[in-house]
């Protein structure tokens, strides 16, 4: 019942910008911590950003701050991730994710390339 679809992964030059979204159902994203974590290949995963439920309140990691902006569409019950500046290390799968340490759910993920 719950699931998560991601989409707008595509192929980019570097200093490019993409949007992914991710669209939810069986549950309501603004009463849940939502995030976006990719694996690169041949790496392991790497949480890049969440927000909070209620306040909205966001965060980034290091590697991604100030190129990256996490949002949502109550309305449309759909979590964005845009994306600009885009460097060839931001290449990788990215899965949307609710939750990290309880009621956990997992997008299958979009393919992110940044390639000249």
């Known amino acids: 019942q719950v699931q998560l679809v991601e989409s707008g992964g595509g192929l980019v030059q570097p200093g490019g910008s993409l949007r992914l979204s991710c669209a939810a159902s069986g549950f309501t994203i603004s009463k849940h911590y939502m995030n976006w974590v990719r694996q690169a290949p041949g790496k392991g995963f790497e949480w890049v950003s969440g927000i909070n439920h209620g306040a909205s309140s966001t965060s980034y990691s290091d590697s991604v701050k100030g190129r990256f902006t996490i949002s949502r569409d109550n309305a449309k019950n759909t979590l964005y991730l845009q994306m600009n500046t885009l460097e060839p290390e931001d290449t990788a799968i990215y899965y949307c994710?609710?939750?990290?340490?309880?009621?956990?759910?997992w997008g299958q993920g979009t393919q992110v390339n940044v390639s000249s």
């Open positions: 994710v609710r939750g990290l340490y309880s009621n956990v759910e």
